[in-house]
């Protein structure tokens, strides 16, 4: 595929941009060039709300079984490419095809899933107040739909989104991020062979000042879908609250995971490297925050130590590899700046630090997994979300303490908390103020068939994936069947 053009998917044909215009895409393993991407315009995605616009109606009239029937068939047609789409994703995101194949398996998972709603969709049914008077709520879908998804999780949170919204009858426009389109162009070809309707899905590619911008305008966009910073979820939600248009926000996190002094320290160290350095710490998810007991600090420093010298950095095309490059040239000099503030901030650093640039890792945008400690909660780097590999450790007296540092940022979206004791694990789950919580595990690895999502800054109260990924792309409509024959007034006729 080196360095082919790939095209925006409208009404179901591949089309040029119309200003011609392409930008390069890097592998960040090599910083080779590897495809080309669309940088399309308003105009695009007019032309993408029209489409879809127009498949929607019949889409909507289709029986939801039969809707399901498509997302079957994208499921079995991921799965049997599941091996070319993970080496694909490696190339363009960067990670470890380990991670990839799991991030492809998310997307399996989610097809299943949301195949499975088709024969569900629920409503209820609920007595009337009057007599001869049938009451229920249905699900109906929302029209058209606009998802905005980040480079971090290329495939699996573009399935989160659309898989819902397609399975309820909604037709969608989507930006993939132009960092990672490669996975975008990959799902488009299969939502086609699968039988998706031509403009049931509509893909533009784009940066978000032209393509996102534009969708948020489009009247005909009942609902935003984003999943990315802070700072951009902010300007999509003051804007499209403007417009009385549904938004959906799914955005930074500052994770923490808490080691009590009962903990098993084997299982937390695994779990700290898994979810800190895992993806080379850019998922949402990942743990930045250590929040130790004091009796077991330097235990856990010691041994975090020593682990973190054995991880294998470098191309995730290798088996062997355990943590990938970051992002691009802009994120790696996000975490570098980042060292640097720890570091006047009086964090002492304990591993990493420092950009890799000799051998092969000059080729790629390496990071070192880097370990801070006697990190205080207000520090810069226990407060902002960093997206690299680093993690501050934060010693505390006691599981008050350790929570009450876990609730002090501005996110919510996940927390992890290492005890032997039940007490403690109840206690924990109730007062972690985030939308997920782990128990004797890391802060990342979220199934796809429960709420995704978090409170305070990492959102607007909505959740992706799950049963609640329907709430987002349908609307509640109550339907009253008064089968008596008479006028019948509610509040008033009651006997
Ligand atoms: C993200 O980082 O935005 O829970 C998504 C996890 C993955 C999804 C992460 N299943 O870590």
């Known amino acids: 595929m080196r360095n082919e053009k790939l095209l925006n998917y409208i009404g179901g044909k591949w089309m040029e941009p119309s200003n011609n215009r392409f930008t390069e895409v890097t592998n960040p393993a090599t910083l080779e060039t590897i495809v080309q991407v669309p940088l399309s ?19 909507a009239l289709v029986p939801a079984p039969q809707r399901a029937e498509v997302l079957f068939r994208v499921g079995v047609l991921m799965k049997e490419n599941k091996e070319r789409l993970s080496q694909l994703l490696t190339m363009e995101n960067g990670k ?14 989610m097809a299943f899933y949301m195949a499975g709603e088709g024969r569900r969709l629920f ?26 998804t980040p480079w971090n999780f290329p495939i699996a949170i573009a399935t989160w989104k659309s898989f819902p919204a397609i399975v309820a009858g909604n037709a969608v426009v989507w930006k993939p991020a132009t960092e990672t389109p490669i996975m975008a162009y990959e799902l488009a070809k299969i939502f086609e062979e699968a039988g998706l309707p031509k403009g ?37 939600a003051g804007k499209c609250g403007q417009r009385l248009k549904k938004v959906s926000l799914e955005m930074g996190g500052k994770n923490a995971v808490i080691v009590m002094e009962d903990a098993d320290l084997s299982l937390a160290v695994e779990g700290i490297l898994w979810s800190a350095y895992g993806t080379s710490g850019q998922r949402c998810t990942a743990c930045s925050r250590v929040i130790v007991h004091e009796d ?44 640097e503030v720890g570091k006047e901030e009086g964090a002492v650093l304990l591993a990493g630090g420092h950009v890799l640039e000799s051998g092969e890792h000059r080729k790629g945008n390496y990071f070192a997994p880097t370990l801070f400690t006697d990190v205080t909660a ?6 902002e979300e960093i997206f690299g590999p680093v993690v501050s450790l934060i010693p505390v007296k006691s599981m008050e303490e350790a929570i009450e540092i876990n609730n002090s940022v501005e996110f919510g979206l996940s927390s992890s908390i290492f005890t032997r004791d039940v007490n403690k694990v109840f206690a924990a789950q109730r007062d972690l103020d985030t939308g997920i919580v782990y128990i004797n595990a890391g802060t990342t690895g979220a199934e796809i068939h429960l709420p995704f999502g978090g409170t305070k800054g990492t959102g607007n109260g909505h959740r992706d994936s799950g049963v609640a990924a329907l709430d987002v792309f349908t609307e509640w409509k109550a339907v009253y069947v008064d089968f008596s024959g008479k006028l019948q007034r509610a509040q008033i006729d009651v006997e």
């Open 41 to 59: 315009l308003k105009q695009e995605v007019k032309e993408a709300v029209q489409a879809a616009k127009k498949a929607q109606k019949s889409w």
């Open 96 to 109: 470890v095809i380990e991670e990839a194949r799991g991030e492809v398996q998310e997307g399996i998972d």
């Open 123 to 148: 409503g209820q049914t609920t007595p009337s107040e009057l007599k001869d008077k049938f009451a229920m709520s249905v699900r109906a879908p929302v029209g058209v739909v606009g998802i905005i």
């Open 200 to 236: 049931v899905v509509n893909v533009v590619f784009g940066s978000g000042a032209d393509v996102g911008e534009a969708m948020i305008e489009q009247e005909d966009i009942r609902v935003i879908s984003f999943t990315g910073s802070n700072e951009v979820g902010r300007n999509i």
């Open 296 to 339: 077991v600090k330097e235990e856990l420093e010691k041994r975090l130590q020593h682990e973190i010298t054995k991880l294998t950095i470098g191309n995730g095309l290798d088996e062997t590899v355990k943590v990938g490059p970051i992002i691009n040239q802009k994120g790696l000099e996000k975490v570098r700046n980042y060292i």
């Open 378 to 383: 207000d520090m810069r780097i226990a407060q």
